[in-house]
């Protein structure tokens, strides 16, 4: 017998159904609360509400937890590679070794870009943002394979856009990345690993050798993994309800892109750096820099701090801040950002304001500082982002074909004005 919720509305009670996860999370199935009652919910930013049932990643906000299909990120950081995580994040279970080689086969034969693609960039005006290229590059790769455009395409058809896009996302990023700093682009190495590939693209040149410095290799592998989920966030559920409407994978996942780039969600990463560069710039005085962040008539806000569920700590900051100590040791930097963040932090934290709202270091208050000490520009830094966050997308948009969804559309409630007959435009 599953258990209900009560509810009284105009003096009738309704029954709810209520649905518990695997983690015991409870919810009110309110699917059939209108046709019953009339009523609806309101629920502003959806913060009280689910979008969906999922098997990818269950996360406690209150406890900073994290788990991609029941694995914790602090283990898959440290022992595995962005491609097994891909994997498990896809197919739900850690591959085997000739599962995973098969799988690194297939994407590897799938790495160069049209060069027709090539072209895209000599329209783009010389400061134009990387995350604007990088969304209608992927919104484009639907027209270069008009096939994943069909609802009804095959089930190897359907695996061949996803491997097509795991592979081609490095290639375009670093082609991306390239197109900034107006040098050649680089062709994909396939018998590198996918993130030192990725390294030979952004950082090697045609004129000489390169070879991917594994301490920087190993920080990117951790950061990519630490990015590659978060379940219902604002860009995967822009995902989701793009592929609602049968939009195809490319389309989907470049809506995906451009929800991400926004600074409130994946952009802060950049934003957290311009704001730890303007404070430096500003002599570094952090009292005032908070006491604006906590003043309502400032707009300015402490990038990099506060999340929608972590309401404690977000685990993947602190597995970060301890890579930023490591990476920038290892390659001898010293960031003053890295010292403003810091100290941005204990500041922040001893503070009631912060300390009331539950707002923390998030994932894009440390990652930027690494990004910047490998040499990443600032405006990449959201592009790194996404790099990270495919396999999510993916997997979000590939359940929610799975499971049926149906397309997504809200309702809301009306506040405008009441019916009124038109007037001429002679007699306004
Ligand atoms: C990501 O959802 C995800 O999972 C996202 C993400 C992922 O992996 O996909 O984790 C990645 O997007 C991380 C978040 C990156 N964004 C930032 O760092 C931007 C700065 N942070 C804020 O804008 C804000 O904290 C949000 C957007 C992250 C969350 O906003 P909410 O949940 O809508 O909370 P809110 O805006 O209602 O804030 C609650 C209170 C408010 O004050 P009161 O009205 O209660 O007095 O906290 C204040 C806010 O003014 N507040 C901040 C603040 N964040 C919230 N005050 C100062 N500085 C901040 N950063």
Redesign the pocket.
């Known amino acids: 017998m599953s258990e209900t919720a009560k509810i009284e509305l105009d003096g009738k009670v309704f029954e709810l159904p209520i649905i518990t996860g695997s983690e015991n999370e409870k919810a009110l199935d309110i699917s059939k609360l209108r046709g019953q009652s009339g009523y609806i919910t309101l629920d502003r ?1 959806f ?1 009280n509400t689910g979008s969906c049932t999922s098997a990818i990643t269950f996360l406690d906000g209150e406890k900073g937890i994290l788990r991609y299909r029941g694995y914790p990120i602090e283990q898959l950081a440290e022992n595995a590679s962005f491609l097994e995580v891909t994997y498990l994040i896809l197919k739900g279970e850690l591959p085997t070794a000739d599962q995973l080689a098969a799988f690194e086969e297939k994407i590897d034969s799938h790495t160069l870009v049209h060069e027709d693609m090539k072209r895209f960039f000599e329209a783009y005006p010389a400061k134009a943002h990387p995350m604007g290229i990088l969304a209608s590059m992927i919104c484009s790769m639907s027209t270069f394979y008009p096939e994943s455009q069909d609802p009804n395409r095959s089930e190897e058809a359907f695996e061949l856009s996803i491997i097509r896009l795991i592979a081609k996302l490095p290639t375009l990023a670093a082609m991306v990345y390239k197109n900034t700093v107006r040098h050649p682009f680089m062709y994909p190495k396939n018998d590198l690993g996918y993130v030192e590939n990725f390294m030979y693209m952004t950082y090697g040149m045609p004129t000489e050798e390169y070879k991917p410095d594994p301490v920087i290799a190993s920080a990117l592998n951790k950061l990519l993994i630490l ?1 590659a989920d ?2 219902q ?4 559920s822009t995902v989701r309800i793009v592929g609602s409407s049968q939009a195809n994978l490319y389309a989907s996942i470049s809506a995906g892109i451009s929800a991400l780039w926004g ?4 952009g ?1 990463n950049q ?2 750096i311009e704001m730890l560069e303007m404070i430096k710039e500003d002599g570094g005085d952090l009292d005032k820099w908070i006491a604006k ?2 003043d ?1 008539q400032d707009p300015f ?9 972590y309401k404690n700590f ?1 685990p993947r900051a602190t597995i970060i801040k301890k890579a930023c100590d490591d990476i920038l040791g290892k390659l001898g930097v010293n960031d003053p950002t890295l010292e403003i963040a810091k100290r941005l932090e204990e500041v922040a934290l001893n503070d009631e304001y912060f300390k009331a ?1 539950g ?1 923390y270091p ?4 440390y990652s930027g500082i690494i990004y910047k000490a490998i040499g990443i520009p600032t405006e990449m830094f959201t592009v790194m982002f996404a790099l990270g ?1 495919l396999p999510g997308w993916i997997a979000q948009w590939k359940e929610m074909l799975d499971n049926g969804d149906p397309i997504g559309r809200p309702r809301q409630v009306y506040t405008g004005e009441n019916e009124r007959d038109f007037v001429a435009l002679d007699k306004r």
């Open positions: 930013g913060k990015h978060h379940e966030n604002c860009s995967a600074p409130l969600h994946g802060a934003a957290v962040a906590k309502k806000r402490l990038m990099g701090f506060g999340h929608r569920v977000d709202r707002l998030n994932v894009d208050f966050r």
